[in-house]
T-cell receptor, first 115, second 115 residues
Framework: AQTVTQSQPEMSVQEAETVTLSCTYD???????LFWYKQPPSRQMILVIR??????QNATENRFSVNFQKAAKSFSLKISDSQLGDTAMYFC????????????FGTGTRLQVTL | SAVISQKPSRDICQRGTSLTIQCQVD?????MFWYRQQPGQSLTLIAT?????????ESGFVIDKFPISRPNLTFSTLTVSNMSPEDSSIYLC????????????FGPGTRLTVL
């Protein structure tokens, strides 16, 4: 069975600063996909970024980037130039290839961006 | 991606009653799922909604409690039956547009409170 661990229940960052959210996972699969989702207070789950395990290059989407360390089974999210609108719950999620799309979610990190 | 709507967005119900939640997608999708998010918690998969056949339920969820329909490729319903206060949660549907390991997109959720 796969597990996803987010060890930081809550984090805070000042506007315009950079913050890194941690995620580790446990799997025996060799090929899989990893995701970061954002859930603001409005509760809509929004995809932030997606990483394919067979790609060595770290995914980037504007101010969001990941540090994917396959050997260490680590998948951290870096948010640069934080904005007030980044305030949300962030969930790390994992899915192995060859399955029926059963995402495994971490417990989430609540990020507060302050002035 | 896909545009997903859910009805109702929120409801307050009495113990012992049932509520049906609708999920409508603006395009045909490969797979549809139903999740539960209890207060302050992560997402738990309830079931995969299969078009034209019975849903596939995860451990701990049964059809009598959470009957699901999916009559076509763009619509599904989840019923929460014989509700108790423990059923108070956010219920989200999600869809996959392409292959099973493609990104899941989520609806806005239905916030259910059971008194």
């Amino acid at each position: 069975a796969q597990t996803v661990t987010q060890s930081q229940p809550e984090m805070s960052v000042q506007e315009a600063e950079t913050v890194t959210l941690s995620c580790t996972y446990d799997t025996s699969e060799s090929n899989y996909y990893l995701f970061w989702y954002k859930q603001p207070p409005s509760r809509q789950m929004i995809l932030v970024i997606r990483q394919e395990a067979y790609k060595q290059q770290n995914a980037t989407e504007n101010r969001f980037s990941v540090n994917f360390q396959k050997a260490a089974k680590s998948f951290s999210l870096k948010i640069s130039d934080s904005q007030l609108g980044d305030t949300a719950m962030y969930f790390c999620a994992f899915i192995p290839t060859g399955t029926a799309s059963k995402l495994t979610f971490g417990t989430g990190t609540r990020l507060q961006v302050t002035l | 991606s896909a545009v997903i709507s859910q009805k109702p967005s929120r409801d307050i119900c009495q113990r012992g009653t049932s509520l049906t939640i609708q999920c409508q997608v603006d395009s045909q999708v490969t797979m549809m799922f139903w999740y539960r998010q209890q207060p302050g918690q992560s997402l738990t998969l309830i079931a995969t909604a299969n078009q034209g056949s019975e849903a596939t339920y995860e451990s701990g969820f049964v059809i009598d409690k959470f009957p699901i329909s999916r009559p076509n490729l763009t619509f599904s319903t989840l019923t929460v039956s014989n509700m108790s206060p423990e059923d108070s949660s956010i219920y989200l549907c999600s869809v996959v547009v392409g292959s099973p390991t493609d990104t899941q997109y989520f609806g806005p959720g239905t916030r259910l409170t059971v008194l």
